[in-house]
C-alpha cells in the first residue's frame, strides 16, 4: 500500500472486546496526506491489491474501505 505513494502512514490495530473464538480481528489504518490521493488509490491501485489480497488469503480475511476524516 505504501509503496503506491498515495498513503504516507499505516498503522496496525488489533479490535478489543470482541468474539475471539476464531481468533483476534485486526484492522489497518492508512493515511493519506490529500483526498486526491486517496482517490488515486481507488481508481489506480485498489482493485489490484484486493485481487492479489484475495489469491493470498482467500475466504481467511474480510476487507472493507472506510473512508474517516481526522479532526483534531
Known sequence: MLETGCF????????????EEEGPTYAIQYHASTIENYHTYIHQYAVSLRQHTHEKWGEQIIAFRSLLEVLH
Open 8 to 19: 504516507f502512514e499505516y498503522k496496525i490495530l488489533r479490535l478489543l472486546e470482541v468474539d
